[in-house]
């Protein structure tokens, strides 16, 4: 079954915790996004990357990073510094050229204790 | 002049009937327009796009007008039925940027049976 897998599904944070979302494709994709979203806001990007051992920041990267050490895999870690964590994330990956469709995963939602 | 603006923020209709969900966009470098469809809990899904050469595309019951003056597109769900309750995107791109894509904040559809 090719697919995006993210993992955990629900994910809880303590203050001034750091925490990892984990997002994992087979479809052999070169695009990889991360995007947040809250009610009302739709999805925000925060990070993308287009090809393994580089990423650049989306709208909103403040309090988040990413790696890019695989092409299968595209790991988010919230840190301590971002101040209000609490949503569903979204992992997405495309085949990296105009025009091409984003497959998303199924979601993170995180909150914070 | 990134922002792609969508409207109504929530829409409900009755089964049978037609839903029609509106967005707007500034940046005349955009040139593909997908809809997004997401279920609740779950990652969004490509649902059908559109590229500014053709004014309208249609697939089953879903229809993208395309106003490429008014920068202006948007959907149609005809015979809109329960099944098709979501919340929906649109999204615009440029080819000669990134593959980034731009969302819109989504419109929660609810039919009625």
């Known amino acids: 079954d090719g697919g995006i897998t993210q993992s955990p599904k629900y994910l809880f944070r303590k203050e001034g915790q750091n925490v990892t979302l984990s997002c994992e494709q087979n479809?052999?994709?070169?695009?990889m996004y991360w995007y947040r979203q809250d009610p009302g806001q739709g999805l925000r990007l925060i990070y993308y990357?287009?090809?393994?051992?580089?990423?650049q920041k989306g709208d909103i990267a403040e309090g988040y990073s990413v790696s890019r050490e695989k092409k299968e895999s595209f790991p988010l870690t919230v840190t301590s510094a971002q101040k209000n964590p609490t949503a569903f994330y979204l992992c997405?990956?495309?085949?990296?050229?105009?025009?091409?469709?984003?497959?998303f995963g199924p979601g993170t939602r995180l909150l914070v204790l | 002049q990134q922002q792609v603006k969508q409207s109504p923020q929530s829409l409900i209709v009755q089964k049978g009937g037609i839903s029609i969900i509106n967005c707007a966009y500034e940046?005349?470098?955009?040139?593909?327009f997908p809809w997004y469809q997401q279920f609740p809990g779950k990652g969004p899904a490509l649902l059908i796009a559109?590229?500014?050469?053709?004014s309208e595309k249609k697939e089953g019951r879903f229809t993208i007008s395309f106003n490429k003056s008014a920068k202006q597109f948007s959907l149609h769900i005809m015979d809109s039925q329960p099944g098709d309750s979501a919340t929906y995107f649109c999204?615009?791109?440029?080819?000669?940027?990134?593959?980034?894509?731009?969302f819109g904040k989504g419109t929660k559809l609810t039919v009625n049976p």
């Open positions: 997405a990956s495309s085949r990296g050229q105009a025009m091409e469709t984003q497959y």
């Open positions: 479809l052999n994709h070169d695009a």
């Open positions: 990357s287009q090809i393994v051992n580089d990423f």
């Open positions: 940046n005349t470098a955009f040139d593909y």
């Open positions: 559109i590229r500014p050469d053709v």
């Open positions: 999204a615009a791109s440029s080819q000669g940027g990134s593959e980034k894509l731009v």
